[in-house]
């Protein structure tokens, strides 16, 4: 019983407290999206590429490259441009392809793992998008796609019902509790092995190897997945006998018998930032 206990605590907590975390900001950004499109867009604008699946996908494609986006925030973003008439195709294209190519993407992969790989990625993930969404085009019946859309519609011109309205209400508390001020730290970073040296020296610090306690500012991670690869990194360094990584902070404390030079490049190799 406890442990069906501890299970469910910790299903709850993630389901509605770290992903809501995670993906709070972007769900956010991608409904405030959405909305500008669905207002100021007009329906004219997407006429041109009716019948042109394969120039609609290439434009969502050069769309997507420049934005930051999760792919849950992509969702919203890719349901008011079918609504405007874009082909699931290409929407498709926006959820598969738009969070996996971004900038951000392009030039971590880029830095930890070369540009071979980094061409080899591009390809694979914008050649199977794109088949992918000429397949849904053309191999789909459009009902599919355009009944949910049109019932939407019919939807938003009625009253909702009490269910919807609870639902609305619960998923603002939700977003509202991952999206409140969390504890900032200072700025200027402390090094608390003092009993390494005399001095607040990050430099003598990664010179030495004995028992220490010292923060690192870590930059680059985006959700709690990212903060636990982190902290799985720098765990495995030789020597940490304690490692947390708080994705708030963007910090990660370590103990132990380590040299902080270590702690950097063990960092570095996933694709994140250190300041040590």
């Known amino acids: 019983l406890f442990t069906l206990h501890s299970s469910l605590k910790k299903a709850f907590s993630y389901a509605f407290i770290e992903m809501m975390e995670d993906i709070g900001k972007w769900l956010v950004i991608g409904l405030i999206v959405a909305g500008i499109i669905t207002a100021a867009v007009p329906d004219s604008w997407f006429t041109a590429f009716q019948g042109n699946t394969l120039y609609s996908i290439l434009f969502v494609l050069l769309f997507s490259i420049p934005m930051y986006l999760c792919a849950t925030g992509s969702i919203p973003i890719a349901l008011a441009l079918m609504m405007k008439g874009l082909t699931p195709g290409a929407a498709l294209v926006l959820l598969m392809a738009g969070p996996a190519s971004n900038v951000a993407s392009i030039l ?43 019932n939407m519609q019919e939807c938003c011109m009625e009253q909702p019902g009490w269910f919807n ?60 997945h990212c903060a636990a690869n982190a902290q799985k990194a720098i765990a495995s360094v030789e020597g940490v006998t304690k490692a947390d990584v708080s994705l708030d902070e963007g910090m990660a404390y370590v103990e132990g018998d380590f040299n902080a030079e270590d702690i950097r490049k063990a960092v570095e190799s996933i694709g994140f930032e250190i300041e040590m």
């Not at 998008?129 to 019946?141: E, M, N, Q, T, W």
């Not at 730290?185 to 004995?210: K, P």
Request: net charge neutral; glycine share 6%; with cysteine.
């Open 108 to 150: 971590i992969i880029n830095k930890v793992l070369g540009r071979k790989t980094l061409a080899i990625y591009l390809f694979s993930i914008i050649t199977g998008a794109i088949v992918f969404a000429l397949g849904i085009d053309y191999l789909l019946p459009a009902e599919w796609f355009t009944a949910p859309l049109a």
């Open 165 to 224: 309205i609870l639902c609305t209400i619960l998923m603002l508390l939700l977003l509202a509790n991952a999206l409140s001020p969390k504890k900032l730290l200072g700025g200027h970073h402390h090094c608390h092995c003092h009993d390494c040296h005399e001095s607040d020296n990050n430099a003598q610090c990664s010179m030495l190897n004995v028992q220490c306690s010292m923060e690192f500012k870590v930059n680059g991670m985006t959700c709690h």
